[in-house]
């Protein structure tokens, strides 16, 4: 086997992803492997691609935002218009992750108040207990 090559079983190893996962790459046109019957080989390319796949899912980039990124790269401009579309996309989702964090954290203080409020309620329910003994 050409160390430029891996099979399924190596890439399933090398990335911690299942064949499942790569097949599925694979039927969205994310990844393009060789095949030699029924046996997938993996290029160089091919493991570039799935680190940036990765990568993208880890950000939150749906499918299709990576696929479209990934389709930039044999645009011929030496990779300009899909670097600067993914600095543009991935600012973007930097701010969408910015926004939830807010939210969540906003969420979080107010749940934070609400047990607050429902220990002192149970404070007070079982002192009027206690008390009426």
Same mark, same amino acid.
């Given at each position: 086997?050409?160390?430029?090559?891996?099979?399924?079983?190596?890439?399933?190893?090398? %990335?911690d992803v299942t064949p499942r996962t790569l097949r599925f790459y694979e039927s969205?046109?994310?990844?393009?492997?060789?095949? !030699?019957?029924?046996?997938?080989?993996?290029?160089?390319?091919?493991?570039?691609?799935?680190?940036?796949?990765?990568?993208?899912?880890?950000?939150?980039?749906?499918?299709?935002? =990576?696929? +479209?990124?990934?389709?930039? %790269?044999?645009?011929?401009?030496?990779?300009?218009? +899909?670097?600067?579309?993914? %600095?543009?996309?991935?600012?973007q989702r930097l701010k969408d992750m910015e926004e939830q964090r807010d939210e969540?954290? !906003?969420? =979080?203080?107010?749940?934070?108040?609400?047990?607050?409020?429902?220990?002192? =309620? =149970?404070?007070?329910?079982?002192?009027?207990?206690?008390?009426?003994?």
């Amino acid at each position: 086997m050409s160390e430029d090559l891996m099979t399924i079983r190596e890439m399933c190893d090398a %990335y911690d992803v299942t064949p499942r996962t790569l097949r599925f790459y694979e039927s969205k046109e994310l990844l393009f492997p060789i095949r !030699e019957g029924q046996k997938r080989l993996f290029t160089k390319r091919d493991r570039a691609r799935l680190k940036l796949i990765l990568r993208g899912k880890r950000f939150g980039f749906s499918l299709e935002e =990576i696929r +479209q990124l990934l389709d930039l %790269y044999d645009m011929g401009d030496q990779q300009a218009t +899909q670097l600067q579309r993914t %600095y543009d996309v991935a600012r973007q989702r930097l701010k969408d992750m910015e926004e939830q964090r807010d939210e969540l954290n !906003e969420a =979080i203080d107010d749940l934070r108040e609400q047990l607050k409020w429902g220990e002192q =309620i =149970i404070a007070d329910f079982n002192n009027d207990q206690k008390a009426a003994q």
